[in-house]
């Protein structure tokens, strides 16, 4: 597969958004309509206290926060709220850090406002940067967490090749359908009272029994069979 250029690339929240609803990441990226409701606020909030692009150490740990990142591969960029350098032994595996002995593990760490989800968007878009970072620093980094505000806890998320294909095919259609320039269509489900852009969507007028999530899920799962077989 060749890079995509540079141009091309695609925000890495586009891909929470498409992996939570196609009908919201339409309206938001390629129709510009978006809406703060209490939670896109708290949201922002908790972002703000996180993204400072600064350099924190801790004994054997560095954590930097607002990091910018990207992966010309999978054509995406974007800033990672916090990134965790562990260091190990001399000859542990890991990266190199300029300035730096020993060997460093890395892990990316994102934070939200709310709690755990029951869908996979966030581990998604975790698992996208840690993909990034791997592409940046050729390295491969086995696990990440997603901090949620209302628990105050980390849950910890494994990039399994389950995770990573689901998200390196979501990233194809991601560019797909942003290059079509097609918004999907509306679709109802029981999350979508939660979105702060339900009133632009009117997702009820297509009625129950479609799911934004089963269309995503047929999809990718097509073009992961595609892969499969060439």
């Known amino acids: ?33 978006w809406v703060e409701n209490r939670l896109t606020m708290e949201g922002h909030y908790l972002h703000e206290r996180v993204d400072e692009d600064t350099v924190e150490v801790r004994g054997n740990e560095r954590i930097v926060r607002g990091l910018r990142i990207h992966s ?16 190990g032994s001399p000859d542990a595996t890991g990266v190199l850090l300029p300035g730096e002995t020993g060997r460093w593990q ?4 994102e934070y939200k406002h709310g709690k755990p989800k029951a869908d996979n968007c966030d581990a998604v878009q975790l698992c996208a940067q840690a993909l ?15 901090f949620y505000g209302k628990t105050r806890r980390r849950q910890e998320i494994q990039f399994d090749l389950a995770l990573r294909s ?4 979501l990233a194809a ?12 269509p509306a679709v109802y489900a029981d999350y979508c009272h939660r ?4 009133h632009y969507c009117k997702p009820e007028t297509m009625g129950r029994g479609k799911s934004a999530r089963r269309y995503l899920g047929t999809t990718l799962n097509k073009m992961l069979n595609e892969e499969d077989t060439t």
């Open 106 to 109: 890395v892990e990316p760490v």
């Open 132 to 146: 990034c970072l791997e592409d940046m620093l050729d390295t491969r980094i086995a696990s990440g967490s997603l």
């Open 173 to 184: 259609e991601l560019h797909r359908l942003y290059e079509a320039q097609k918004t999907p």
């Open 1 to 33: 597969m060749t890079d995509y250029l540079e141009e091309d690339w695609q925000p890495l929240s586009a891909l929470q958004h498409l992996a939570f609803c196609p009908r919201q990441w339409g309206l938001i990226h390629i129709e510009q309509v």
């Open 72 to 87: 010309a591969r999978l054509g995406l960029v974007g800033r990672a709220d916090a990134v965790h350098f562990t260091r």
């Open 195 to 198: 979105c702060s852009i339900y």
């Open 166 to 169: 689901e998200t390196e095919a």
